[in-house]
């Protein structure tokens, strides 16, 4: 497709339980990120990928979040022993090569509702 | 501690006439400010940036000026639209840490006919 696909859109989880968000990214694009907005709240930075690099992880709040992006391209989101505060919209951005006047093309979000 | 600040949760304008939006940030190193449009279940799309050598950046009916003495900048859209009604963010970022976005908490605009 032409933007960025984020499955599934919705997923509801009792807590405790293990999720995973995917993200596929815009065909082309090296750099990937991570956010999420919980309720009334702007989008929190997660973690972001660029090429082969090492990944950015410096805003993912706790080690139960984690996320892998194989071939430089999909990446998956897994958050661990969810709790009710995880409990948010998870975006996924890419843009061309991670350069600062390179925009962020969003996709529509994971709503992840912990029970 | 919110580094970007919108104050204004909501804001009505009649359509034909100018909308503004405002954003204020503490963060002395934000050298790098977007907006971008929210509509519902639907992801952000980039609208506007600037960078902080500049004062002002304009992109057909969406004008973005920045006061850096201020640290403040504000979204100008002339004129407005029903199509314009959607959240809108501000979002910055600092050179040290340039892939990181911080964003405000958004402004829902409503553009009445």
């Known amino acids: 497709g032409a933007g960025v696909s984020q499955s599934p859109s919705n997923k509801v989880t009792e807590k405790g339980k293990d999720v995973e968000l995917r993200c596929d990214p815009i065909s082309g694009h090296t750099a990937l990120y991570w956010y999420r907005q919980s309720l009334g709240q702007g989008l929190e930075f997660l973690i972001y990928f660029q090429g082969n690099s090492a990944p950015d992880k410096s805003g993912l709040p706790s080690d139960r979040f984690s996320a892998e992006r194989t071939g430089g391209s999909v990446s998956t989101l897994t958050i661990q022993r969810t709790q009710q505060e995880d409990s948010a919209v998870y975006l996924c951005?890419?843009?061309?090569?991670?350069?600062?006047?390179?925009?962020?093309?969003f996709g529509d979000g994971t709503r992840l509702s912990i029970l | 501690d919110q580094q970007v600040k919108q104050n204004s949760p909501s804001l009505s304008v009649q359509e034909g006439r100018i909308s503004i939006l405002n954003c204020d940030y503490t963060n002395s190193m934000f050298d790098y400010f977007l907006w971008y449009k929210k509509y519902p279940a639907e992801g952000p799309t980039f609208l506007i940036s600037i960078s902080s050598i500049k004062d002002k950046n304009e992109d057909g009916r969406f004008t973005v000026f920045l006061n850096k003495s201020a640290k403040h900048l504000s979204l100008h859209i002339v004129p407005s639209q029903p199509g314009d009604s959607a959240v809108y963010f501000c979002?910055?970022?600092?050179?040290?840490?340039?892939?990181?976005?911080?964003f405000g908490s958004g402004t829902q605009l409503t553009v009445l006919p």
């Open positions: 951005a890419s843009s061309l090569d991670g350069a600062r006047n390179q925009p962020q093309h």
């Open positions: 979002a910055a970022s600092a050179a040290h840490s340039a892939r990181q976005l911080t």
